[in-house]
């Protein structure tokens, strides 16, 4: 996996990123099975709870577009120690089956399956033995 034009297009997005109120700029790019990179920043509300994070951004983007599947998502922010998602956008990147994840700061990459970020993401959901 090429993750260097992944890492661009998360921090180009996390240039755009609306946090007002955390002032904590987040960058995500996914790149979909054909080779597009769909970028997301997060958007963060009033309310609090309604803040959309940048990961999420991203996925709804993609599908948006008509893109489901995924190799892997970059995850950007000028961090100490490399951010890590948040439990609900893990469950939203495993609805989409995204295999891997790459978390960056400005010196560093750490590489996840998010298979061991999230592990049995889906197990026994709606199965009710039937
Ligand atoms: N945030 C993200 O966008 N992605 C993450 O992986 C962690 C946190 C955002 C949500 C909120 O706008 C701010 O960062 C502080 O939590």
Redesign the pocket.
């Known amino acids: 996996m090429h993750w260097d034009a992944l890492v661009d297009a998360a921090w180009e997005a996390r240039d755009r990123?609306y946090?007002p109120?955390?002032k904590?700029?987040?960058g995500?790019a996914l790149l979909g099975v054909d080779g597009r990179i769909f970028a997301?920043?997060?958007?963060?509300n009033l309310s609090y709870g309604l803040?959309?994070?940048?990961?999420?951004?991203a996925i709804g983007a993609a599908v948006a577009a008509g893109v489901t599947r995924f190799l892997g998502v970059a995850?950007v922010?000028d961090t100490a120690v490399p951010?890590?998602?948040?439990g609900a956008?893990r469950q939203v990147l495993a609805e989409f089956g995204v295999p891997k994840v790459l978390l960056c700061n400005r010196d560093g990459r750490l590489e996840f399956a998010l298979s061991d970020l999230l592990p049995r993401a889906s197990a026994g959901i709606l199965d009710r033995g039937e």
């Open positions: 990123a946090a109120y955390s904590f700029h987040v995500a997301g920043c997060n958007v963060e803040t959309n994070c940048a990961e999420r951004v995850v922010a951010i890590s998602p948040c956008c």
